[in-house]
């Protein structure tokens, strides 16, 4: 098994920045890819970005290309969603994901391991 934890989510005016932290523990070395998904109010679950966990390969949605950045700690098991340039629409619950699949996936389905979720609200 392994297990999740998120941190970092907050509140931030538009234009701001946050880092999110997803720590895991247990089997990680099972793990072959994480990402990051978030679900605003009234809205589907979406993907944000993910990367292997080699850290060699990482891959991110449209709407966030070129503002959010995945990377990874491999000593601290840890991986990182950096966040630039925030608008009120990146306002969500952000989730970290983990799958034993060493591909990145943006269906939420092929995820094994999910985290509990940070808050982040975007203020205009």
């Known amino acids: 098994q392994v297990q999740l934890v998120e941190s970092g989510g907050g509140s931030v005016q538009a234009g701001g920045s946050l880092r999110l932290s997803c720590a895991g523990s247990?089997?990680?070395?099972?793990?072959?890819?994480m990402a990051w998904f978030r679900r605003a109010p009234g809205k589907e679950r979406e993907f944000v970005g993910g990367?292997?966990?080699?850290?060699?390969?990482?891959y991110y949605t449209d709407s966030v290309k070129g503002r959010f950045t995945v990377s990874r700690d491999g000593p601290k098991n840890t991986v990182y969603l950096q966040m630039n340039s925030l608008k009120p629409e990146d306002t969500a619950v952000y989730y970290c994901?983990?799958?034993?699949?060493?591909?990145?996936?943006?269906?939420?389905?092929?995820?094994?391991?999910w985290g509990q979720g940070t808050q982040v609200t975007v203020s205009s």
């Open positions: 247990g089997r990680t070395s099972s793990i072959g890819a």
């Open positions: 994901a983990a799958r034993r699949g060493i591909s990145i996936f943006a269906n939420g389905s092929d995820y094994d391991y």
């Open positions: 990367i292997t966990w080699s850290g060699l390969l990482t």
